[in-house]
């Protein structure tokens, strides 16, 4: 059955997206599970990620990425396994499995262990040569102070080494980087990361509700959002639409509504 039409909506851009992407954070979903949520929500997933190490011990990630690409989605692998693989002097073994496995994209990141921003940047080269680059900035500590001061500079680094979009740390609880611990948006950082990239090369990690309402409040309906929770992907597709109370004026006025944290 097509899709309803009655309602007058924002404009929503159609895959396959340049912006308003919706990046979904996999933590460990079965192929089934993984088979239900595209049934109703491909149209609106654009990047899978597969969060840590969970395709590393999942024996059926070549299906599961296998049946991403047929539903149109790009499958990406979490920075923390290629994080602990480059620890390990073993990154290039690692990205010479995510090629077997199929994946389209990867993302690179150094918010685990210890990586020089020199050596970040020449992981980025090396991935891009074979997979679309998102390079994540940010730690996965509480309490990074610095973040509008250094998060620019590594944004513009990581693009200029082959990245294609930039990801803001926020992990799966929502209150590191670019939240404080309270979950609450850091409106300096965002600000800082848009300034240094651009909106559209920027993908936000908001995994909670009221963050995602912030960014689409903020934004529009197209920004880029991520980590959101496999299992909520239609109900972040509303907030950006305005089908629910948190933006419903998005979809009243047509406009930005640019409202302070």
């Known amino acids: 059955m097509p899709p309803p039409e009655f309602l007058d909506l924002p404009p929503r851009s159609a895959k396959p997206r340049r912006v308003g992407?919706?990046?979904?954070?996999?933590?460990?979903?079965?192929?089934?599970?993984?088979?239900?949520?595209?049934?109703?929500?491909?149209?609106?997933i654009d990047i899978w990620k597969v969060g840590w190490g969970t395709g590393y011990v999942d024996p059926t990630i070549a299906d599961k990425v296998a049946l991403l690409r047929e539903r149109g989605v790009d499958a990406c692998l979490?920075?923390?396994?290629?994080?602990?693989?480059?620890?390990?002097?073993?990154?290039?073994?690692?990205?010479d499995w995510a090629l077997r496995v199929g994946f389209p994209c990867v993302?690179?990141?150094?918010?685990?262990?210890?990586?020089?921003?020199?050596?970040?940047?020449?992981?980025?080269?090396?991935?891009?040569?074979?997979?679309?680059?998102?390079?994540?900035?940010?730690?996965?500590?509480?309490?990074?102070?610095?973040?509008?001061?250094?998060?620019?500079?590594?944004?513009?680094?990581?693009?200029?080494?082959?990245?294609h979009l930039v990801v803001t740390e926020g992990r799966q609880?929502?209150?590191?980087?670019?939240?404080?611990?309270?979950?609450?948006?850091?409106?300096?950082?965002?600000?800082?990361?848009v300034v240094a990239a651009g909106v559209d090369r920027v993908v936000f990690e908001a995994p909670r509700t009221a963050q995602q309402a912030w960014f689409v409040r903020h934004f529009g309906p197209d920004v880029n959002l991520g980590n959101v929770a496999h299992d909520e992907v239609l109900a972040v597709e509303t907030l950006r639409l305005g089908l629910r109370s948190d933006t419903a004026l998005v979809a009243r006025c047509g406009q930005r509504d640019a409202e302070p944290a």
């Open 107 to 163: 993302e690179v990141s150094r918010g685990t262990v210890e990586m020089p921003l020199d050596a970040k940047r020449e992981l980025i080269r090396r991935a891009s040569a074979d997979f679309t680059v998102l390079a994540e900035v940010g730690t996965k500590a509480p309490g990074e102070r610095l973040a509008s001061r250094n998060w620019p500079a590594e944004c513009i680094s990581d693009l200029e080494a082959g990245a």
């Open 173 to 193: 609880s929502g209150t590191v980087g670019t939240f404080d611990e309270a979950g609450r948006v850091r409106p300096d950082v965002v600000e800082a990361v």
């Open 78 to 95: 979490g920075g923390t396994l290629l994080e602990i693989a480059w620890s390990q002097g073993l990154a290039e073994e690692c990205l």
């Open 21 to 44: 992407l919706t990046h979904v954070l996999d933590q460990g979903a079965g192929l089934g599970a993984t088979a239900d949520v595209l049934g109703s929500g491909a149209g609106h």
